[in-house]
């Protein structure tokens, strides 16, 4: 199957005829969150049973690695998507700062509460302010990128993203349409020489999960300037569906794509589950969702609920993890149980979730974003 959205002009910004909101996408993005909160609680040990709790295992570890690569490739597909000529290097990283660091202060101050006041764990003043500084991803030290919310190590990668958009974008955009596949390709056989690499460094000590070298784990799946591979894909892959080339597979085949990926993944060495084994279906079913995306606001209660659910979903991330330790300390539940018990716990803990997350996003995220993302401009006087 192949698909082809509409064909831009010659100018660096998007045709008219391509939609500026993706709203497929923004649904997309709590699906990813999802996983990552699905793996998570497979980490947890909710089950005393070991037949259900291997089922979680076998079914939900390759989920982490998969939803945070959908977030690096699809920030560098939005971005490049929504970027025009006439903005600066300054109003975007206005714009991203505001986005993402009020609402990592406000958790990493979260974090620290219930680590000192709930946890009573002392926090090394070092790490933490790595962490509240989002550098702590260029350290290949666990504590140091664990530290707070050990969650926001993925901010870290994103701000290299940030710092290096205006940099990268003047060259992706001056790339021949009829070569841009050839880029991807390449930038894809550099992330896949990856692991190849990191069997240069130390082999211990080994990262239990996954069965591999703490330092692989690191460069592999944490380096920021690896994790750039992504981002960089991700932007490709937007001038590949905004000069209308041709797509290999449409939506459905590209999530098909991904799921016999994901199913696939456990059978390759490990350092490349990370990454490489879904790079290109995650980036595929981003493609395809932008180009199938429809010229109207989705309606109806399922699709604005679908869209909340995304507009929450950085939130949903970044509290989850709190949500799932503490939350199951407060309601006398951290210890197996039985299956329908834990997933009753489940299933409370994923609703408390949500409605923090909403409250974050409404109280916080957006009002903020209002504010102070576009710099006000004074209404010219009258002459």
């Known amino acids: 199957m192949t698909l082809r959205a509409e064909p831009s002009h010659k100018s660096p910004d998007p045709a008219p005829s391509l939609p500026q909101r993706l709203p497929a996408l923004?649904?997309?993005?709590f699906v990813a969150a999802a996983l990552v909160f699905v793996f998570h609680v497979t980490m947890a040990q909710f089950f005393v049973d070991p037949a259900p709790q291997q089922t979680m295992l076998s079914l939900a570890t390759q989920a982490g690695w998969t939803g945070v690569g959908f977030f690096f490739v699809?920030?560098?597909?939005v971005l490049t998507w929504s970027h025009r000529s006439s903005h600066t290097a300054g109003r975007f990283w206005r714009r991203?700062?505001?986005k993402i660091y009020p609402s990592h202060l406000l958790t990493a101050a979260f974090a620290f509460v219930l680590l000192v006041w709930v946890a009573g764990v002392g926090v090394d003043s070092g790490s933490a302010l790595l962490n509240l500084l989002l550098v702590q991803s260029w350290s290949p030290l666990i504590e140091v990128r664990a530290s707070l919310n050990g969650v926001a190590w993925s901010l870290s990668v994103e701000m290299l993203f940030y710092v290096m958009f205006p940099l990268l974008i003047r060259p992706i955009m001056a790339i021949r349409p009829?070569?841009?596949w050839a880029w991807a390709t390449g930038v894809v056989v550099v992330i896949f020489l990856v692991p190849v690499a990191s069997s240069l460094l130390p082999r211990e000590p080994t990262f239990p999960l996954g069965n591999m070298p703490v330092y692989d784990f690191w460069f592999v799946y944490q380096f920021p300037?690896?994790?750039?591979l992504d981002f960089a894909f991700g932007m490709i892959l937007a001038r590949i569906v905004m000069t209308g080339r041709r797509l290999p597979l449409d939506l459905g085949g590209s999530v098909a794509l991904a799921v016999a990926a994901y199913a696939l993944a456990p059978f390759f060495p490990s350092a490349y589950t990370l990454t490489a084994v879904m790079v290109v279906p995650l980036g595929l079913v981003i493609a395809a969702g932008a180009a199938s995306a429809p010229s109207h606001e989705p309606t109806g209660l399922v699709s604005r609920t679908a869209i909340k659910l995304g507009e929450i979903s950085f939130a949903f991330y970044l509290l989850h993890q709190m949500v799932l330790t503490y939350g199951r300390q407060w309601i006398g539940a951290d210890h197996p149980m039985s299956?329908?018990?834990a997933f009753g716990v489940i299933a409370l803990l994923l609703?408390?979730?949500?409605?923090?997350?909403?409250a974050q996003f409404t109280f916080v995220e957006a009002p903020i974003m209002r504010r102070f993302a576009a710099r006000r401009t004074r209404p010219t006087a009258p002459s």
């Open 339 to 341: 299956t329908p018990a």
């Open 74 to 77: 699809l920030s560098g597909f």
């Open 26 to 29: 923004t649904m997309m993005r």
């Open 225 to 228: 300037p690896v994790r750039l």
């Open 351 to 358: 609703a408390v979730t949500l409605a923090v997350s909403w």
């Open 96 to 98: 991203r700062f505001f």
């Open 178 to 180: 009829e070569r841009l």
